[in-house]
């Protein structure tokens, strides 16, 4: 077993400030960051990043969202009422650029009034649960304001955090917008999904708060069907102006792209780059926010190749790189134990006769002992096998979550793949060590199921 030895102090001091690459005295680490770089394309890359808020100049394509998003917003400059909204429409159509954009100058041109908006934004990707997408607005409306939070995350009730907010709310602003981005990822463990309750209580906040001030709920999502997923609660209290936002063509990318060019040098970038960077944008379903970051990808390959012109090969090098499943690739290079435990969820999440999103670990242990009894490989305990697994959060590979199932029935730990698991299972096949588990599906996939069975039935 190999160990770390550290030398004393006075030589820890000096590598930390000295580390140079090797012996050989070459440049030092703290040189290297402190050294301004004399090439390079890049001019201000703050504007190629696709959730930089821009100017509205610089907004291509949508005219007609743009000015129903001003129109519903501006009767707060009067401290009058204003409408909850429902932006829709696919991935990188504008949705958010165009609500944070509007907002960024209400929130200035309040300011010029002596008032103060608050813009209280989350993403509902992250949260999973209504409780945890409440705290984060406190947590927003707190750093927004420079205060303490006032309750802790875990521990006190969502209504508690709910009256915090308003509390929040009452003492410091004069109105309030909150933006819920792809409210639909917001469904919790539950039958029904929790963005029902959190659209209910947000979109009576006026007067649960007793709020003097406009408020407005505005949610974002890419389904354009997404009310008829309310229940009768939300969907009686929540009746936003629904603005659909369509698909970018070609033409449009490349407007985009060019009023974004100030993002690099003069004369960095070569004439045919902007094209064809649209044009993959275009095929890959109109997202600008794919063709933004696509372009800035293309002048990062060339700044580390030491050119001072982004080329159409960078691009085609970028989207070559693009096209890769980073999650996929991650699964590639993790140990062998770590690739069998994530194997096992795979494979109970796979062979389940009820393809439930949420695996619980229990069966995935059951199959991780199968598996590594077929392939004749050291087993390891639970706790390790759940730490190999849990691990694999940090890469975004998958979600997990503990459950209690009541009063003497003890607490679940489950896992939610972020990956399609037949992907998954045939990405780890192809090392070279499971490859033969491709004949052992039939098998695998029976015990698979008779753990969940009995899971369940205990359960």
Not at 365 to 393: G, L
Request: net charge negative.
């Amino acid at each position: 077993m190999s160990q770390t030895t550290f030398g004393n102090e006075s030589d820890s001091a000096d590598s930390s400030q000295e580390a140079t690459n090797g012996d050989d005295g070459g440049i030092s680490i703290r040189d290297r960051l402190q050294t301004e770089s004399s090439g390079g394309v890049f001019a201000n890359k703050d504007l190629v990043r696709s959730d930089t808020i821009i100017d509205e100049d610089r907004i291509v394509g949508r005219d007609d969202q743009l000015g129903r998003v001003v129109d519903n917003l501006k009767p707060v400059l009067q401290n009058e009422g204003i409408p909850d909204m429902l932006l829709s429409g696919p991935s990188g159509t504008g949705k958010s650029l165009i609500i944070h954009a509007v907002c960024k100058q209400i929130v200035e041109l309040c300011e010029s009034q002596g008032k103060t908006f608050g813009v209280l934004s989350i993403n509902s990707e992250g949260p999973k649960t209504a409780d945890r997408a409440v705290y984060r607005l406190v947590k927003a409306a707190a750093d927004d304001l420079g205060v303490d939070p006032g309750v802790p995350q875990t521990g006190v009730s969502t209504d508690q955090k709910l009256e915090r907010l308003y509390e929040l709310m009452r003492e410091y602003y004069d109105g309030v917008i909150f933006i819920l981005d792809e409210i639909d990822m917001l469904e919790g463990p539950y039958q029904e999904a929790e963005y029902n309750s959190l659209i209910y209580q947000l979109s009576r906040a006026r007067k649960l708060a007793d709020f003097d001030g406009p408020i407005s709920l505005t949610t974002i999502t890419n389904y354009a069907d997404f009310m008829k997923n309310l229940n009768s609660r939300a969907q009686s209290s929540y009746n936003p102006d629904d603005i659909f936002f369509d698909d970018y063509d070609a033409n449009q990318l490349r407007s985009i792209l060019h009023n974004r060019r100030d993002a690099f040098k003069p004369d960095s970038i070569a004439d045919d780059v902007i094209p064809l960077v649209a044009a993959f944008g275009s095929q890959t379903h109109g997202d600008a926010r794919k063709a933004i970051d696509l372009l800035r990808w293309a002048g990062e390959l060339a700044e580390r190749r030491g050119a001072d012109t982004v080329t159409e090969t960078d691009v085609r090098d970028a989207q070559e790189k693009y096209t890769e499943n980073r999650k996929l690739r991650h699964i590639s290079g993790i140990s062998t134990q770590k690739k069998l435990s994530i194997y096992a969820v795979a494979a109970t999440a796979n062979y389940a006769r009820e393809h439930s999103e949420w695996i619980p670990a229990g069966p995935a242990f059951k199959t991780y002992q199968f598996i590594a009894d077929t392939m004749d490989t050291d087993q390891y305990s639970r706790e390790t096998f759940v730490n190999h697994v849990t691990e694999q959060s940090t890469y975004g590979v998958l979600d997990f979550e503990r459950r209690g199932k009541g009063r003497g029935r003890g607490v679940h730990m489950y896992f939610s793949l972020s990956e399609d698991p037949e992907t998954i299972m045939k990405t780890i096949r192809e090392d070279s060590r499971f490859e033969d588990l491709a004949h052992e599906e039939a098998t695998i996939s029976a015990v698979v199921r008779e753990r969940v069975k009995q899971f369940r039935s205990k359960n």
